[in-house]
């Protein structure tokens, strides 16, 4: 099939560093590019479009039957879309090609309610080497199939499309517990292995949810669980080992800067390949070749057949050998362009014609063995063109991501714009809005003492929070130039010499204060610590911006007594204390991380007179709202600003904090979604019916302005377009922002201007517009950095860092660095002082997926005599019977335990090593030696799982104990739903390095 090439298409191999190429990689990436495209034009038969599985690098006498791969001819028909684009194929003979191909795949293509099987027949699109229908390759062909539609929008090409994708019925496909089969047999039904945790369906899902004809529901989106997560270098992300499964969604779905209630998918995808990179880099003290200029590991070829390698976590079977897979960088170019593009022109450079010819890389190579795989493989290829010409040209994205259907799936999956620049139109718009609520601002100061009136009512009494508030938004005022200098510093020195006059307890003053004489108002005889802090973190922030205020603030800052409030026996912030009655409200505290109220623990820790305990005992129970994690009181509290509030003058990130309030703000657009509203916000304020809708009182139809913008720097585009809505509704004033709240049932207005309101809203658009600005000035105070010092979130914050995931739950130990668990064995004495280990999911997951039916965990301990090793564990699972055979009992429900005698690391079926198997009925194996039987044992059932009990005589493991002697070992619990076959297996300490694994070190000692 050689000869079906366009007229006039493929100028072979441009000349690499032309004179006056604009991009020094430009030669080198349509060499590699075309000799793709090649591949699919040429290894194709014409007459059906089907395109072979795999061909020979060099294009020598093919040597495969007649495979076509349905995979393989999604990104096929993508990669000839890209051909036309860039000039190297016919447009006629191309758009031929493709119409053929979907013609044969609509009329003459077997397949079952629209799914295809895996591998068929090039001439008749038969089923071959007894595959399966697959989800996740017809998903990849529709794939390729929309981006056709797209590519020849208006043509028969596009009707054909349509059918094949609108036939494709997807519910048929989903297993009991909701999630994607991987595919069904006719011979035995639907696979047993189903799309449950992070891989490369991502696609499958979302095409699967837009669909219009046979969706699946929303819901089927959040049934595959987000893990397992990683730690590598410093960087936490969803982990898959080969590196192709983050890179074959992620290459026709754009998913940069989007999020759903998770993660940040694209973000994912460049962490793991930059821990990859790392790991080896790591591994070159093992395999010399490796580092920064050789990386990259995918399923490939191999010399023991096709394995699924790669890592981070490094597989250990299969076990790096040694051998690179190019097509990892390939289809990482989109992602990691200078890493991925480097790494390619190395081996290109380096390896020359050895690994490369007329369809480029040879699919994998071993730089230390001289080892060379002779195929390509076409999905390997696909998405190496692919990610290349979303680096150069965004092509895949942009034509894809035209679909209406997926775009409809991406807004049913929940996903959010978080790029964090805007254009230039939206940010004059948020200026413009700036300097209307300044103008609001201003408006609203008391004439004599400078300082603000509650809201536009103008009745007079002031509170603290309101001028903390008011005071930092003067700074901002400044910030955004909608002031200038002198101006802003009348401003601050009349409000302090008002402040000044201020009665006071214990350097507290009181909640509120009456405007013309400057007294504690009746109406209120309480004094709050969050008050106080809010008006304190106001003070401070002006005493870093205008060095001349620091010495009327440094005294009313020092006066104040924070271990009045605090409660030891408690450990936590007593609320407020009545000046009348001069008792505190031991009803009322402050337990809150997620509320306003944490900006006064800071103050109190960081004042030096409260222990920074307190602010550890700050409650973080999670709740769950739209599928995102976010800490209470959340909507039973105040709303966005309890969550926000703090953060606008500290620098929260990487805490809990603000990964919770960035999820609550995520849940609040979800909420406004699920509701069909055009508009969201939803925190304390005004009612258009009257009344103050604060603790407790948010009502789904009242949403407030000053609610999103609190999220500006977390979701600028979104902010700005419910903004623009808001406007749109009549809810903005032509002079003075936005009014204070909106009931979007009826569309009243509460035609209110709270100024703390519109004072959060200033303060929240400086930070974003003038990079942190105001907060700048805040974190430069010696308070702040005393504060910071002494607490451990900001001190080292659990969230900071490279992080792909919005969860709240803390990143793994970083397997870059973890130190190797140990244990201790002490002679035999009948387990009295034995020293127990627990194994549970949350330490010790090692791969397949938790449910309420393999939801295990196990117990063990070593002891020893001079004939013995002894081994004890107690497991608790629901899943205890084994129908396999002894030498399959590893498929089942079993506790392994792997031992390397010699400490010099385990390889894989190495005889020198061992690998046990236990199981109920007494049921023992050893794999690796064949040893049998290897021990002696007793596997018997309990009422939550089994016990085994173990007797290793040291001459099966050719050890001579005495006190002292170390060897590694690492127990690993298998346990299997019976319902449906999915798999959980829990491994001690198992640490691929290399062709070696490092266990667990156990040491023998006599007591």
Known sequence: MKNHLPTFLFILFLAAGAPGAEDPNKAFLDELQQAGVRFFWEEANPDTGLIYDRARFDASAHPHDRVASMAGLGFGLTAICIGQERGWLDPDEAYERVLTTLRFLADDMPHVRGFYYHFVDIDTGERRWNSELSSIDTALLIAGVLTARQYYKGTEVEALATRIYERVEWPWMLTERGVFSMGWKPEEGFLPHYWGYYSEHKILTLLAMGSPTHPVEPETWHRWRREPVVTYGGRTFLACPPLFTHQYSQNWIDFRNRRDAYADYHLNTVLATRAQRDMFIDLSDVFPAFGKDLWGL????????????????????????????PYAAGGAISVTPDEAIHTLRHMWDTYG?????????????????????????????????????????????????????????????????????????????????????????????????????????????????????????????????????????????????????????????????????????????????????????????????????????????????????????????????????????????????????????????????VPAELWDALGRAVTTRHHAEYMRPGWSGGGLYMAFMSGLWLDEQGTPALQSAR????????????????????????????????????????????????????????????????????????????????????????????????CMILISLANYLEDHAVRNHFQSHPLVHQGRSRIADFREPPFAGARSLFTLQPSPDDLQSREQKQVTAIRFDDWQHAEWIDMTPDESFDSGSRTPRNEASARFAFAWDDDHLYFKAHVVTGAVENEYAPEEMFKGNCLELFVDPQNDGLRWGNTDDLQFGFSVEDRIWEWFGERHPPVSATVQSTPDGYTVQAEIPWTTLNVEAESGTLLQVSPALHSVDPSDRTFLKLNWNWEPVGPVVRLGLLELRDE
């Open 298 to 325: 995918t399923a490939s070829d191999s010399p023991n057949g096709y394995v699924a390698w790669g890592g981070p976590p490094m597989t250990a079977d299969p076990a790096i050998d040694g051998t690179v897979t």
């Open 353 to 609: 014609d050895s690994v490369r010819d007329r369809y480029a890389f040879s699919v994998a190579f071993n730089p230390h063995t001289d080892w060379v795989a002779p195929d390509v493989i076409g999905i390997d290829i696909g998405v190496t063109v692919m990610a290349a010409e979303n680096y150069r040209s965004e092509f895949v994205w942009n034509t894809f991501m035209k679909n209406p259907e997926i775009q409809h799936a991406m807004s049913l999956a929940g996903f959010k714009d978080i790029a964090p620049a805007l254009p230039e139109k939206d940010q004059a718009y948020l200026r413009d809005l700036a300097k209307d609520t300044w103008r609001s601002i201003s408006d609203l100061i008391h004439t004599e003492s400078g300082l603000p009136y509650n809201d536009a009512n103008r009745i007079g009494i002031t509170s603290l929070n309101h001028i903390g508030l008011y005071l930092t938004a003067i700074v901002a005022a400044e910030e955004l130039g909608l002031i200038d200098e002198d101006n802003a510093a009348q401003r601050i020195i009349r409000a302090l010499r008002s402040i000044q006059q201020f009665a006071t307890w214990n350097g507290f003053p009181a909640n509120w204060y009456v405007l013309d004489d400057l007294s504690p108002s009746e109406s209120d005889a309480w004094i709050s610590p969050t008050e106080t802090a809010i008006f304190a973190a106001g003070l401070m922030t002006v005493a870093a911006s205008f060095p001349e205020s620091q010495a009327m603030v440094q005294p009313l800052l020092e006066a104040i007594e924070w271990e009045r409030f605090y409660d030891e026996e408690r450990n936590v912030l007593i609320g407020g204390f009545h000046r009348e009655t001069q008792t505190f409200n031991h009803d009322w505290t402050l337990p809150y991380l997620a509320a306003d109220s944490r900006i006064a623990a800071f103050m109190a820790v960081a004042s030096g007179r």
């Open 663 to 758: 999820n609550f703000a995520y849940a609040q657009m979800r909420h406004a979604d699920h509701l069909g509203y055009p508009v969201w916000g939803w925190s304390a304020s005004d009612s258009p019916t009257g009344g103050f809708l604060g603790w407790g009182r948010l009502r789904d139809e009242i949403v407030t302005p000053h609610a999103s913008v609190l999220a500006i720097e977390h979701y600028p585009a979104e902010v700005v377009e419910n903004l623009r809505m808001l406007d749109f509704m009549d809810a903005r004033d032509p002079q003075y922002g936005f009014f204070d709240a909106l009931d979007v049932a009826s569309g009243r207005l509460a035609r209110n201007f709270m100024h703390r309101h519109q």
